[in-house]
């Protein structure tokens, strides 16, 4: 059973390009979690996703960043006109709440963003 | 605002002794999960705690969730050096967001 896969592992971009981090959640997960962490500091949500929709929101800069869960594929964050202080290691994480109860959430192994 | 504090934040000690890591919240979670995190990887379930007095056991490892849900404990009994790194403590509240504790980096010296 595979786990979260995220790609790609490591990202370079320069100052004002933009960004793509793509998530496949564990098989039988419907429900999706971006969370961030920058360097010696512990991981802080951003958005929770399901099928299509957004559900929450509120950890998501206002501006430049953007998440989708399309019906098909895997889910998408976008980061426009990436800064240096966008470099951090985002990490996707899969839930089956709902289906059978659990909280649990499991991580892919992240995608370290580097801003130039 | 962090509403879970992880204690210590970092922690050295030798090969053999025992450990105890706290994660403390004046908030009520459905559940609380412990991750092992290696540098460069995303972080590894260790444990998921969900009833109030609950303890769970993984070999050297004790796991205890607070009878009012507020808060958890991770003791390590006589800690290896593979036991060495990252140690996260998050809180849920259903299908919603984990909140994480700050970390405690764990150094086990042979």
């Known amino acids: 059973n595979a786990g979260v896969m995220q790609n790609p592992r490591h990202l370079v971009r320069r100052r004002g390009q933009e960004a793509r981090l793509r998530c496949s959640p564990m098989k039988g997960h419907s429900h999706v979690y971006w969370y961030r962490q920058l360097p010696e500091e512990g991981l802080k949500f951003m958005v929770y996703l399901q099928k299509e929709n957004i559900i929450d929101e509120s950890g998501m800069p206002k501006e430049r960043f953007s998440a989708e869960f399309p019906k098909e594929g895997p889910s998408i964050l976008r980061i426009q006109q990436v800064v240096r202080g966008d470099s951090a290691a985002y990490f996707c994480a899969s839930s089956t709440y709902g289906t059978s109860g659990t909280d649990t959430q499991y991580f892919g192994p992240g995608t370290r963003l580097t801003v130039l | 605002t962090q509403l879970l504090e992880q204690s210590p934040q970092f922690l050295s000690i030798q090969e053999g002794e025992n450990l105890t890591v706290y994660c403390n919240s004046s908030?009520?979670?459905?559940?609380l999960q412990w991750y092992r995190q290696e540098p460069g990887e995303g972080p590894v379930l260790l444990v998921t705690?969900?009833?109030?007095?609950e303890v769970k056991k993984l070999k050297r490892l004790t796991f205890q969730f607070g009878d009012a849900r507020k808060d958890s404990s991770l003791h390590i009994t006589a800690a290896q050096p593979g036991d060495t790194g990252l140690y996260l403590c998050?809180?849920?509240?259903?299908?919603?967001?984990?909140?994480f504790g700050q970390g405690t980096r764990l150094t086990i010296n042979p």
């Open positions: 705690v969900v009833t109030g007095g």
């Open positions: 998050a809180g849920a509240r259903g299908a919603q967001k984990l909140v």
């Open positions: 908030s009520v979670f459905s559940s």
